[in-house]
């Protein structure tokens, strides 16, 4: 993988992600056991998930990673994760997919930061990490997960900065060669007024999550968050899924969805689906979530309504 202009590059040649989110590995284990989702997904992680992943469509495989599980001065540091993460990843390449590595501070990660910003436990995090596959450019690093900036003023961005560019500078003295992947303000929902980060090697790519919130349901408003930034700069939205039990669910939301990814087609903006391990891209028995007869709020028999079939007709298609 690389980055040129404002595209993705695979083997020198353009490329748009089909990926999905994998949230088995979030945390370490002894921090989920009362998660019964999570808990579920990390025991279902291994070559059947996997082999799932190949059927929906995708290409991608994005894991999310604790930060404090990584980090030696975190009390809920586990040596043990760091291995579980490592060999995750070796058996996702193995397998022949792309990955992305999507470094989680939020509370699905065991300890969650008061502060939603890159500190010193993710530089740290990396620093465990990145090194064992910096000659890997199959991997992508998605460096924090939704920078916990609400607004987008100079001032704003600034903070912003202050973060990131630390995390790119560790990353690179740390030997990584990747493309690594910048989150934007409003927990990685806009790079409206975003300034230049600088990185030796120039290969930055740009990571969007485009759920519909209502300050994100039209092509005018897609445009001014992430599409201007796109026509000059590579950006993936690396998080993405629309259901019964989300906090934006509205009767409409099938045709706003569809919507959406229409535009990430005609704009060449690859996708990555959250979750492909959680209850909202797949049903109990295994089908695909459809928007079908949605009732926000509800939970259908065997599970709830998701966009799932929809994203997976959309990687056949495209």
């Excluded at 010193?120 to 620093?127: L, V, Y």
């Excluded at 005018?220 to 950006?235: L, M, N, S």
Aim: glycine share 10%; with cysteine; hydrophobic share 40%.
């Amino acid at each position: 993988m690389s980055v040129e202009g404002n595209r993705f590059l695979r083997d020198g040649r353009p490329w748009v992600a089909e990926g999905v989110t994998l949230v088995g590995l979030v945390s370490p284990e002894r921090r989920v056991r009362d998660k019964p989702t999570y808990a579920a997904a990390r025991a279902a992680f291994g070559d059947d998930m996997l082999a799932e992943v190949r059927r929906f469509g995708a290409d991608t495989v994005r894991f999310q990673v604790s930060q404090a599980g990584l980090d030696p001065r975190s009390p809920i540091h586990d040596p043990d994760y760091r291995q579980e993460v490592l060999d995750g990843i070796a058996l996702t390449r193995a397998a022949g997919f792309n990955v992305i590595i999507s470094m989680q501070w939020q509370g699905v990660s065991g300890k969650r930061d008061p502060t939603g910003l890159p500190s010193a436990t993710t530089r740290r995090a990396w620093r465990e990490i990145a090194p064992a596959f910096a000659e890997d450019r199959g991997i992508l690093l998605e460096v924090f997960n939704e920078p916990a900036i609400r607004h987008s003023t100079p001032r704003d961005w600034g903070k912003w900065a202050e973060g990131v560019q630390p995390l790119i500078d560790t990353l690179r003295a740390a030997g990584s060669k990747n493309v690594l992947l910048l989150g934007g303000v409003q927990f990685s929902r806009s790079f409206y007024g975003a300034p230049e980060l600088t990185d030796p090697l120039g290969q930055l790519g740009y990571a969007v999550h485009p759920f519909l919130d209502r300050h994100n349901l039209t092509r005018e408003q897609w445009e001014k968050r992430f599409g201007d930034w796109a026509e000059t700069h590579p950006v993936m939205a690396t998080a993405f899924n629309a259901n019964a039990g989300g906090n934006y669910c509205r009767p409409e939301m099938a045709g706003q969805a569809e919507a959406l990814l229409d535009y990430l087609a005609e704009e060449r903006i690859g996708l990555v689906a959250w979750a492909l391990d959680m209850p909202n891209l797949r049903e109990a028995d295994g089908s695909y979530t459809t928007l079908d007869d949605l009732v926000c709020g509800k939970r259908r028999e065997g599970g709830r309504g998701g966009a799932g079939q929809m994203i997976h007709e959309h990687f056949l298609a495209h």
